[in-house]
């Protein structure tokens, strides 16, 4: 066996992309400016072959001829270690071993087709850089070039003789002596073990086994732990809670029941015949009726902890993970779409003043936008919709939100494994990656959590799990199983477990095939490798559904069955190593009582509102990063594949304006419409996290009735992402905003089809001075909405269309400031959270809707970060087109006395429930009647001349011109924070 | 003649095979969408199509370079039957991932006597992937997809589009023999060789976005046309701008009245 080594640098004349991205990186996080790099890729190549064969395969495969040039040799030889300039020091970044390593993984299997003796393949990438200090050095290698929870450096030449990964397993049973510890020992064995299990829940665990006598085997206590984990089952917001707020004290036997879901059942019931809910909080995802023959699913995750640690990996895995949702319910839905929001720390912190242990935001947010893009992208589903918000507090605990809609035939929507039925492991091989993922996400990020939990942290290889997703759709439609689900966190443990829930499972862990050798049965049991789906086929069908999977090379393995035994019995070869009953796997959980309280914050001072320069503030605000384009992030995403693509995330007359919402044809021979947008504001929440959630309700239904849906089958999803819960006044937050949840979802009659929680989102680290630091992120409710239009022909977008046109602004202005974006740029606190008025708002979204159906609105923006002025701006710039407005017509409840606070209001006041609509002057009865009860008022022009024109004309007849800038300088504004390269 | 038949090859990792046999189903011929492995075990399976297409995506993940692995399993495997089809005066279309297949396995372009390929398609200038729309000139004159067009608006979608010839030579070869049959035009630069970033979305020399081989029958272009065969797939018909003939559709037209 020779071990060869092929560097593949850009030819003379070509481009160094690698290398200019890690230049600019470097300048941007000020560690160097003008880095001297030059970057090469390169392959280690492990097999009989000699060098004629190793260099017909740069030639060949892994190089491009035409635009590179390849050095190739045996692993060793001074050739590879010729600087190919005047850059001395030589460095390797390459996959620690076990990690991820698809190019490898396809190259292996290409090399194949060129008849050689070839064992393995590993992928690296090659730095020579200029003479750099030390110091200066480490920082450009952990902060740019490596991670070291996934990556190895190698600093001068490679010395290695062979790939090698894996090693003999011997089998050994390991019986954790539970029954002799006391409280102490119980939770040590807790924390070293990463079960993260409370005491209490320790201690019913021992009781468990003292009256089976008998010991647990590691593979059960993880099982539990898992089962239990907070990722898995929800303990805290699913659990007992003891709330108090100003109205008094309420008790929650299961507080998301009690609101959340039971909105849900009351509008069902109110529904009657007309339900058009399918399954709601049952299965891996939400599943609502769309068509005569099809439904739709949604589901959005987070995948905030990994991303923390490994951006590209974490984000990477999350799109991964949430895709598998759709495609694990019901009989398997077609992902036809996807959303990501994220949460970051401004990226242009200093890189010195970074806690330790923080990756660099601006590291974090393109490692984040890569790994969704590279997963998305290549399973074929567009990412359609989107938002990325900013916040110091997001700094140890980025949030990455990654959600998927799937489209389902009627009659496959629904499963049950059966008793006899196969338990295949369909996908991925398993591996050592991604031990204790679910546990892990559920525990609090310290400074320490890469060395510790390195192994949660993963690549993923979303080929793969394309692959699976062509067998499930076809076996789908042959009727070749009878239920299937995602492999998740959690794993096999997961993942059986749920399934054979209600019947008993059996499983040989010693048939799941490996990605190599040396894994415990229960590292089997609970990795998370990637891309994996367990499937129950009937024996019957298992002749033909293996077939399929081999014409498409994808590996399907029996690993167990399902049998009537209501136990969860694990074999590894002739040895029984787990025996559970089901029961007490589900629901042996200790019932907890958690204290929860509320205390509204003191009326907040009110907000000067006296402006010198509206037009300076306005772009200081269309600047502000919430606010600006996020182009640069959309167009790295294909938003068009699978053909249906209606409305873009980018509209306008350059394509380049925000879109409130984005609408997709999922059947391309029908004209009915999908439209995906959401609602979030984290800044509302330090004022009252009952009015942000009811702001981001609003603000996600207005977004979707904005272009063109219909306000009465909007389907919505709660995500929430909140700080430490043990502690009741962050869980008398969480509390408080799912009271609003119910409460604005029941009044709107809009649903809630599923949520996911990610709790204990803080970050702490010793100071230099060894004190304990704590960085909790703000209490951040996602509501994403998934709304339906009969033809899409009806949609609109928010660009101004013509000139002469008039503007109308819907909904009533406040003085509400809270949170606002004029605070944020101003940076002021203080003011009034803004507020929804519920009923208010469902006679608009109806009113609005119809007009809008009617065909009597030309465009139409909802006004949210930045209010009226922004939306205008937006309009403006996006359509080409100036507008002159008259502030003084826009209808308020301001109650102000000076003007000029009236001015600064009526501009920059997040009030809820507000669109601004272009009307035709042919259409402007017919508009205006359909408003009848509902403040709405024309307030302006479209006009021809690029300016955006603002007065007010005061009662006393006193004119006050407000703003008069070009709409080029408003949109440079919008468009240059985040137009990175 | 009756229905022409189009075969779809799909391998682990193509993702616009879907709308890509809606778009030919919608022009009047029959797709068929089949698996690599399944040609790799019936190689004379195409010989009852007449048009054979590579659609988008990311075959094997793109991994090594865009199209290199799938383009090798042809070279290795399917010459012989990539030749026939050619022989027979049929029609082989390849679209962004597919058009990357054809160039990186010569069935588009012949190789120099010495081996050497004549072009590829490398990363873009910008170093990442992006959607958006480009604006392009055609040249129907020898292209049989693009009969009858001067101009279209379709969206790209891609890494690695870039167009490098193997030298000067080779390109001017080309254009002289119209095969440098699609470009990126600018409406923002007067001189129709200098088309600036983003209107030339990736750095192709002479503007390339899809080249045909010495018959025009061969074609294979980085736009994709199968995302605007529908009037509200184009990015500004709420602003009237889309037109019931949507753009993309021509292609699949003329690939299909090309048997009629």
Known sequence: MTLWEIDIYPREGQPDLAASSITGDATDMGLSDDLPVTAARGYLVQGNIHFEQADQLARELLADDIVERTVVAVVGDPQLSQPPNEKPTLLHVMPKPGVMDPVAQSALQAIADFDLEVRAVRTFHKYWLGHLPEDALRAITTKILANDSIEEVVVGPLNLDELQVGSEYEFELIVIPLRELDDDGLLELSRQGQLYLTLVEMQTIQDHFKSLKRDPTDAELESIAQTWSEHCSHKTLAGRIAYRDENGEQRFENMLKETIFEATQQIRRNLGADDWCVSVFEDNAGIVRFDDHHNVVFKVETHNHPSALEPYGGANTGIGGVIRDPLGTGLGAKPICNTDVFCFADPNTPASALPPGVLHPRRVMKGVVSGVRDYGNRMGIPTVNGAIYFDQRYLGNPLVYCGNVGLIPREKSAKEPQEGDHIVALGGRTGRDGIHGATFSSAELTSESESLSGGAVQIGNAITEKMVQDIVLEARDRGLFNAITDCGAGGFSSAVGEMGEKIGAEVWLDRAPLKYDGLSYTEIWISEAQERMVLAVPPKHWDEFQELCQSESVEATIIGRFVPTARLQLNYLDHEVANLSMAFLHDGRPPIVREAYFQPPERAETVPLVVEDHGALLKNILSSLNIASKEWVIRQYDHEVQGGSVIKPLVGIENDGPSDAAVVRPVLDSLRGLAVSCGMNPHFGDFDPYHMAASAIDEALRNCVAVGADPSRIAILDNFCWGYTDRPETLGSLVRAALACRDLAIELGTPFISGKDSLNNEFSYLDENGQKQTIAIPPTLLISALGQIADVRTCITMDLKTPGNQLFVIGETNNEFGGSHFCLANKISGGDVPQVDVQRAKATFAALHQTIQSGHVRSCHDLSEGGLAVAVAEMAFAGGYGIHLHLNQVPHALKLKKTQESITALLFSESNTRFVCEVAPESVDAFTAAFAGIPVACIGSVEEEKQLVVDFEAENGTHYPVLNESIETLKQAWQSPLRWS | ?260
């Open chain 2, 1 to 260: 003649m009756g229905t022409p038949r189009v075969l779809i090859l799909r391998a682990p990792g193509t993702n616009c095979d879907r709308e890509t046999a809606f778009a030919f189903e919608q022009a009047g011929g029959q797709a068929d969408i089949v698996h690599i492995n399944r040609l790799l075990k019936e190689s004379k399976l195409p010989s009852a199509y007449q048009i054979l297409c590579i659609p988008g995506g990311f075959s094997y993940g793109d991994d090594i370079a865009a199209g290199r692995i799938l383009a090798n399993q042809i070279r290795h495997h399917l010459h012989e039957t990539f030749e026939s089809f050619k022989a027979h005066g049929k029609l082989i279309l390849g679209i962004c991932n597919g058009f990357q297949v054809l160039i990186k396995s010569n069935v588009l372009l012949p190789i120099s006597p010495e081996g050497k390929a004549a072009a590829t398609l490398t990363w873009n200038d910008s170093g990442k992937f992006e959607d958006r729309w480009v604006q392009l000139a055609s040249k129907g004159d020898k292209c049989v997809f693009l009969r009858g067009t001067t101009s279209l608006y379709l969206p790209i979608a891609h890494a690695e589009g870039k167009f490098v010839a193997r030298d000067e030579e080779t390109l001017s070869q080309l254009d002289a023999n119209c095969q440098l049959a699609l470009r990126y035009t600018s409406c923002r630069s007067r001189d129709p060789e200098h088309v600036p970033y983003p209107d030339n979305p990736n750095g192709s020399l002479a503007n390339v976005a899809g080249i045909c081989d010495s018959t025009g029958r061969i074609f294979g272009l980085m736009p994709h046309p199968e995302r605007h065969i529908h009037p509200t797939n184009h990015p500004r018909w709420t602003r009237a701008e889309s037109t019931e003939q949507a753009d993309g559709k021509i292609i699949f037209d003329n690939a299909i009245h090309y048997f009629s």
